[in-house]
């Protein structure tokens, strides 16, 4: 830290993303890729984005705007494009949280919600998940907090019903509800469709993993109106072009294209249900998980030291070192090609630990 840094910051423990090592080829199940390219729409409309890069992007993503809400059934303005969906969380965080409105998450959720609340001076609690790492959502009635709700969860994959969210939404009128939905096209109920019901809710969602760009960096954020108003006037008071023209190309590409995304999505579904079968013949438990992870653990071998041996033999899992999770291993769930090297390798682990 250099003797300039603001006091502002300086308690500051910053998030440390998913390793990206540049040294080998990994067999990358780490931070929850698609396994598949982008659409071939999405880098056609890219590519001719970038033939007018000398231009500054169009700030209220136009184009891209009428094509998901042709797709979604939404208004214009119950829409906002961000620099993936961090950025919408980031926003939610500036323009809902403050000391009368402190924010709630569960303990074992993204690891990105305490950061942003610590980055914007925003009190929060967590509250912890039940011994099966499913939610209490008695918890979250009348808490009278701005709730966070990753739906599934993360890294655990566990979903919440649309009965239990709207449960929190009506017991906390005079607070918004944030639902993160990075992981729901893998088959989780979407609470997109509450969105002319609620007042209080937001709901974000990601291009990152359903519709294989994450290095585009892709999110958007769902509500009523003037939810939506609200996070524009954070969006044009830090950087009205914050996403690029040519992933706002790629983004209409993608949606003209959803039936691509959404052959991926159950390709990953059938996938998952192969990974975790095997995963159990190994003797493995793991959480049921609606996203394109698995969180899975062995009652023999460390959590960690599976981590370092796949690592070691080019095969890259996420291993978080909160003690209540120590024990687990978050999965992406990969091509078949993929999961059959993790299985392999996981098997030679095996076999020269016993
Ligand atoms: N929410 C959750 C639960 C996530 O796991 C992630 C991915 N790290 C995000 C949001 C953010 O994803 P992105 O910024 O790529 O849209």
Redesign the pocket.
């Known amino acids: 830290m250099s003797r300039f840094f603001s006091q502002k910051y300086n308690h500051l423990e910053a998030y440390t ?2 390793e990206q090592p540049k040294d080998m080829q990994y067999v990358k199940l780490n ?2 890729e698609s396994p598949f390219p982008p659409s071939e729409k999405a880098l056609k409309y890219a590519a001719q984005a970038a033939e007018r890069l000398q231009l500054y992007c169009d700030p209220d993503c136009t184009v891209l705007t009428r094509e998901f809400c042709k797709l979604y059934g939404l208004e214009k303005d119950e829409v906002l494009f961000t620099n ?4 919408a ?1 980031n926003f939610a965080f500036m323009a809902f949280c403050d000391d009368d409105h402190p924010a709630a998450f569960p303990d074992i ?2 690891g ?1 919600y305490p950061v942003f609340a610590a980055l914007n001076r925003v009190p929060y609690t967590e509250i912890p998940l039940k011994e099966d790492f499913t939610i209490n959502v008695d918890d979250y009635c009348g808490i009278n907090k701005t709730v966070f709700i ?1 739906n599934p969860n ?1 890294p655990t994959g566990i979903p919440l019903s649309l009965s239990d969210i709207e449960k929190i939404l009506k017991t906390n009128p005079d607070n918004v509800v944030i639902v ?1 939905e ?2 729901v096209d893998f088959g989780t109920d979407s609470a997109v469709g509450l969105i002319h019901t609620y007042d209080n809710l937001l709901v ?1 969602q ?3 993993k359903s519709r294989s760009l ?1 290095g585009g ?3 958007m954020a769902m509500g009523n109106r003037s939810l939506i108003q609200d996070l524009n006037t954070i969006k044009y008071s830090t950087n009205p072009y914050n996403v690029n023209s040519m992933t706002q190309a790629a983004g209409v590409g993608t949606i003209l294209d959803d039936d691509y995304a959404k052959k991926n999505c159950a390709t990953i579904a059938e996938n998952r249900a192969y990974l975790t079968a095997e995963l159990e013949k190994l003797g493995f438990v793991h959480t049921p998980s609606t996203a394109n992870f698995v969180f899975a653990k062995h009652p023999e071998l460390d959590g960690g030291g599976l981590y370092a041996a796949l690592k070691e033999r080019g095969v890259l899992i996420r291993h978080f070192t909160k003690e209540r999770i120590k024990d687990y291993n978050r999965i992406t769930v990969g091509t078949k090609e993929q999961i059959d090297i993790l299985l392999k390798t996981i098997r030679e682990i095996m076999e020269e630990t016993a």
């Not at 993936?84 to 950025?87: A, E, P, Q, V, W």
């Open positions: 993303p998913g931070t929850n993936g969906s961090d950025d969380l959720t993204y990105f990753a993360a993160d990075a992981y974000t990601t291009f990152s994450a960096r892709l999110g």
